[in-house]
């Protein structure tokens, strides 16, 4: 099978690219410019897989690559993001799609991306399909089970995520003593744990969860070794992720370092 790759920041598309590769696939990788990391084109060239830097919003170009290259289905893999909306200079093709637009939320973006692709002949695969082994478990998946407090404010922060995930705000929710801290929106998981952080004056819990009916394709809840960094510098001690919908893209060493950081994990099964 000839595939795309559609590669935002981050390491998911490192790990797509290899496992298709792994799996027998010609891969042709189309990396957002200033999003992708700049050694995934190194990391292309070492596995045979042609690599295109498109800007974001040129939409067109991304269509011819991938149909001149003959895939006829696509992953994408990692995070753009969600402000660039308002910088962002469409071509016609790109331009066509916000002209469907009643929101700019993710969501509705993606959603008409992905129609635009179907007229293609590219169909948009899970972007998990080749990772399934990277999916959280439900249950402890760390040394140290949560505390009884830790506990509660998971389960008083699973109330509010739900919520705002639902309506497409963000995933993530920060709690200390049943009260929220912070809610994630536009300026992604990090920054929402490091503010969070500022405004706790002590340990606090991190619960992201996965939209309601969460399309797979895109926008799949995402945590590595650099997430339990960010935690682990701000005070947080415990993060409570969707079992099944959530993608550990480090693996077993996002439990290593959780367990070096004395942070607890726990997968909700859904």
Not at 118 to 136: I, K, M, Q, V, Y
Not at 148 to 168: L, P, S
Not at 215 to 220: E, G, I, L, S, T
Not at 229 to 242: C, F
Request: hydrophobic share 50%.
């Amino acid at each position: 099978m000839k595939l795309g790759l559609i590669a935002g920041n981050g390491r998911f598309p490192f790990l797509v690219l290899d496992a298709a590769r792994a799996q027998g696939h010609e891969v042709t990788v189309v990396a957002v410019n200033d999003e992708a990391f700049p050694e995934l084109a190194a990391h292309a060239a070492a596995r045979g897989a042609p690599l295109h830097w498109v800007s974001l919003g040129h939409l067109g170009k991304c269509l011819k690559i991938l149909t001149e290259a003959g895939a006829t289905q696509v992953v994408m893999a990692g995070q753009v993001k969600h402000t660039k909306i308002f910088s962002v200079i469409p071509d016609l093709t790109m331009l066509s799609v916000i002209r469907r637009l009643r929101s700019r939320n993710t969501d509705a973006v993606i959603a008409a991306v992905v129609d635009v692709m179907r007229e293609h002949g590219l169909e948009l695969l899970d972007s998990t399909a080749f990772l399934a082994p990277l999916l959280a478990r439900a249950g402890v998946l760390t040394a140290r089970p949560p505390t009884e407090a830790e506990q509660a404010d998971v389960a008083f922060g699973y109330r509010m995520a739900d919520v705002i995930a639902g309506v497409d705000i963000g995933q993530t929710i920060c709690v200390r003593d049943q009260a929220v801290l912070a809610v994630e929106a536009m300026e992604g998981t990090d920054e929402t744990i490091t503010r969070a952080g500022r405004l706790a004056r002590g340990p606090f819990a991190v619960v992201k969860v996965a939209k309601p009916g969460q399309d797979m394709r895109f926008d799949v809840p995402v945590a590595g070794v650099a997430t339990i960094d960010v935690m682990r510098e701000a005070g947080a001690t415990v993060l409570s992720v969707d079992a099944g919908k959530t993608l550990l893209v480090d693996g077993d060493a996002v439990i290593r370092a959780a367990d070096a950081a004395a942070i607890a994990i726990v997968g909700r099964q859904l």
